[in-house]
T-cell receptor, first 115, second 115 residues
C-alpha cells in the first residue's frame, strides 16, 4: 500500500460527459502528479501540483483540468469526454516540490471507460 | 533530447532465466535513474534506482548496470520467477529549473516469466 488513495476505482460514462477523479496523497506529501495510461501504453504525464500551486504541465488536453486543495487532496476533471479518453488515470505523490531522487508513490488508479 | 528509449517492448523468459531490459538517453543532465515495476491493476512502484556516478547497483535479485559513456542503463533480474511478471519502466530525473525536477519515462517493457 503506497498510501496514495484514488477514487473511484472504476468509472463508466458516455461520450460528452464530465467526470471528476479524486486523489489523496500520502500523509505529509505536498506534491501531487497526474498520469494517464492507455491500454498497453506507457505513462503520460499530465500535470503536477505542489502545495496548491501548479508546478509542471505535460500533455494535458484543454478539456482536462486539475486542482489541489488546501488539505492537499487533488481532483482531475475530464470534460467533453471522447472514446479515446478511456484509460487508467494515476495519481502519484512525493515528499517535496520535486522528487530529486525520482521517487513517486502511485495510487492504484482510476479506470475510466467512455462508451 | 529529453527522451528515454526503452527496449524491448515485451519479453518472455523461462523461469530461472535472466531477463535484461535496456534504456538509453541523450541528455547528460539526467542525474538519477529509477526503475519502476507495475503489476496488472496496480500503480507503478519504485523498484531500484541508480545515480550516474555508480556503475552497478544490486538489490536482491535486481541489478542495474549503468554505462555513463554509452548513455545506457539496464535492468537484470537474476533467477527470474513467475511473480516477477510485470511491466517495467525505466526513468530519468532532470532538473528543469530552480529546485524543480521532471521525471522522463521510458515506454515500458512487459515481462512474462514462464513457469
Amino acid at each position: 500500500d503506497s498510501g496514495v488513495t484514488q477514487t473511484p476505482k472504476h468509472l463508466i460514462t458516455a461520450t460528452g460527459q464530465r467526470v471528476t477523479l479524486r486523489c489523496s496523497p500520502r500523509s505529509g506529501d505536498l506534491s501531487v502528479y497526474w498520469y494517464q495510461q492507455s491500454l498497453d501504453q506507457g505513462l503520460q504525464f499530465l500535470i503536477q501540483y505542489y502545495n496548491g500551486e501548479e508546478r509542471a504541465k505535460g500533455n494535458i488536453l484543454e478539456r482536462f483540468s486539475a486542482q489541489q486543495f488546501p488539505d492537499l487532496h487533488s481532483e482531475l476533471n475530464l470534460s467533453s469526454l471522447e472514446l479515446g479518453d478511456s484509460a487508467l488515470y494515476f495519481c502519484a505523490s512525493s515528499v517535496g516540490q520535486a522528487p530529486n531522487t525520482g521517487e513517486l508513490f502511485f495510487g492504484e488508479g482510476s479506470r475510466l471507460t467512455v462508451l | 533530447q529529453q527522451q528515454v528509449k526503452q527496449s524491448p517492448q515485451s519479453l518472455i523468459v523461462q523461469k530461472g532465466g535472466i531477463p535484461i531490459i535496456n534504456c538509453a538517453y541523450e541528455n547528460t543532465a539526467f542525474d538519477y535513474f529509477p526503475w519502476y515495476q507495475q503489476f496488472p491493476g496496480k500503480g507503478p512502484a519504485l523498484l531500484i534506482a541508480i545515480r550516474p556516478d555508480v556503475s552497478e547497483k544490486k538489490e536482491g535479485r535486481f541489478t542495474i548496470s549503468f554505462n555513463k559513456s554509452a548513455k545506457q542503463f539496464s535492468l537484470h533480474i537474476m533467477d527470474s520467477q513467475p511473480g516477477d511478471s510485470a511491466t517495467y519502466f525505466c526513468a530519468a530525473n532532470l532538473m528543469v529549473g530552480g529546485s524543480n525536477y521532471q521525471l522522463i519515462w521510458g515506454a515500458g517493457t512487459k515481462l512474462i516469466i514462464k513457469p
